[in-house]
């Protein structure tokens, strides 16, 4: 039986996420971000599709890189303003029944014990839909907001969240025991105090002696989404994410990065199929080819290069502005992310990208595949890529919204399903029961059951 296709939506809390300027389209409702509406609308159209998630994207900080200075973003909006993505998740919660929300949280600026309790309380609410996005940040300019200098070098961000997860680890799943909360009215006893342990944790960055506040929740721990695809993110991967967001600009360069991630889990004893993996793409379907063209030529009249480029230089730390438009790209490493231009410069070794070009591309869908056509098309090179990557599914960004997700329920699910490629019905239980089956907590397998086990040891001592 062929391997099922999934979908998250990829979605920001801003006007201009992936593809620049698109927000102009009088079909788009971007500037109703910060409108509560906009988002109950999406989410009831993501539940009808099926949709295993909605992947809420955040970025602190400013992207200035561009000109030296945030002028460009803020003229173009590109991913400012933004607004925080957490709070948008019990509306759109209350609204839906299966859908679930992955969350970008960048812990270089969130103390573990305050978040650790946020988490919690989102999985309360959601009965169990929450996941995290684990992310360290790649701005100077979010660094100089929380009081830096600087961005914390790359690897050194690993580092750090390496200690930040034993933290946090230890408070979802070592402080509670699941008998701890009776609610013995008669008796008067809501929690058993013997059944809950305070977290004692002495790291090299972050030191906790409390109690965590939540009672535990169905998941406990969220499902826990990562993306990056450098020597210290696969590291990282490998040891915490059960989901991977990558990407990439052809299939041959995915194939590349799923194997490494895959390896990278095997290496140390997990099991590599345990491991989503969702890429980068967008769609733009419609009943026809033709129509599908028409679509993508009327967008592109909307596109936004500046705020293309503007994306790019905060994404690579390469200040764009200073390039001539025919010159051409190359690869440069540095402290913000390391994959983005490798997306472009790496991507076809026999071709060279100008700045142009680069401008053209990311102005619809980021740095991301770009897959048009009638519903039949994009579902044989969707099936395409999943067959030859050995990807689980797609991390689906917009070009006008909602009109792109609302074309991907409408049309493309019901081609997928006819090919039974696609699931026609959600499975029961929490996000990560949806997602792996089995139980609602992570896996004995998983590190962060090494956590949970300090219950079992005091019980037996």
């Not at 946090?168 to 609610?183: F, H, N, P, R």
């Not at 969702?278 to 500046?306: C, G, M, N, Q």
């Not at 689980?392 to 792109?404: S, Y």
Request: proline share 5%; hydrophobic share 40%.
């Amino acid at each position: 039986m062929s391997k099922p296709i999934r979908f998250n939506a990829f979605e920001m809390n801003c006007v201009a996420h992936q593809s620049p300027g698109l927000w102009r389209h009088p079909r788009d409702r971007s500037r109703a971000y910060n409108r509560l509406d906009y988002w109950l609308d999406l989410a009831r159209i993501l539940e009808r599709g099926l949709f295993d998630g909605l992947f809420l994207a955040d970025v602190l900080g400013v992207y200035d890189v561009y000109g030296g200075n945030g002028a460009a973003a803020l003229q173009h909006a590109t991913q400012i303003p933004v607004n925080d993505p957490l709070l948008l998740v019990p509306a759109m919660a209350a609204v839906t029944r299966h859908l679930g929300f992955g969350v970008t949280v960048n812990l270089s600026y969130e103390p573990p014990y305050g978040f650790a309790r946020r988490m919690s309380t989102l999985d309360h609410l959601t009965e169990g839909r929450i996941g995290w996005n684990i992310v360290t940040g790649y701005l100077d300019s979010a660094a100089r907001g929380a009081g830096k200098d600087r961005q914390t070098a790359h690897d050194d961000r690993y580092a750090i969240a390496e200690d930040y997860m034993a933290a946090v680890y230890k408070l979802w799943e070592g402080s509670w025991a699941d008998d701890a909360v009776v609610a013995d009215a008669e008796a008067g006893v809501f929690t058993v105090p013997e059944r809950v342990r305070k977290v004692q944790h002495d790291g090299p960055h972050f030191r906790i002696d409390a109690l965590h506040l939540s009672e535990p929740s169905p998941q406990r721990t969220p499902v826990l989404y990562q993306a990056g695809t450098s020597p210290a993110g696969l590291g990282f991967a490998a040891r915490h994410a059960e989901c991977v967001f990558i990407s990439g600009p052809s299939r041959k360069v995915i194939a590349s990065r799923v194997a490494a991630i895959r390896q990278a889990a095997a290496r140390i004893g997990r099991d590599p199929a345990s491991i989503l993996i969702f890429t980068l793409l967008t769609v733009i379907v419609a009943p026809s080819d033709e129509e599908a063209r028409a679509k993508l030529a009327d967008y592109r009249r909307y596109a936004d290069h500046e705020g293309a480029l503007t994306l790019m230089s905060g994404w690579t730390g390469v200040d764009f502005s200073q390039l001539d438009p025919d010159a051409i790209v190359e690869h440069v490493e540095n402290e913000a992310g390391r994959s983005a231009l490798e997306n472009i410069t790496r991507a076809d070794p026999d071709r060279r990208w100008t700045v142009r070009e680069v401008a053209e591309h990311v102005a619809i869908g980021g740095i991301g595949p770009l897959v048009v056509g009638s519903p039949a098309r994009v579902a044989d090179e969707l099936e395409a890529w999943v067959d030859e990557t050995g990807i689980d599914g797609f991390n689906l960004a917009f070009a006008v919204r909602p009109e792109t997700f609302r074309d991907v329920a409408d049309l493309l699910v019901p081609e997928l399903q006819r090919r039974g490629r696609y699931k026609t019905a959600y499975a029961e239980g929490a996000l990560r029961q949806k997602l792996f089956g089995g139980s609602a907590r992570l896996s004995e397998s998983h590190t962060a059951a090494d956590y949970r086990q300090l219950w079992q040891a005091l019980e037996t001592a």
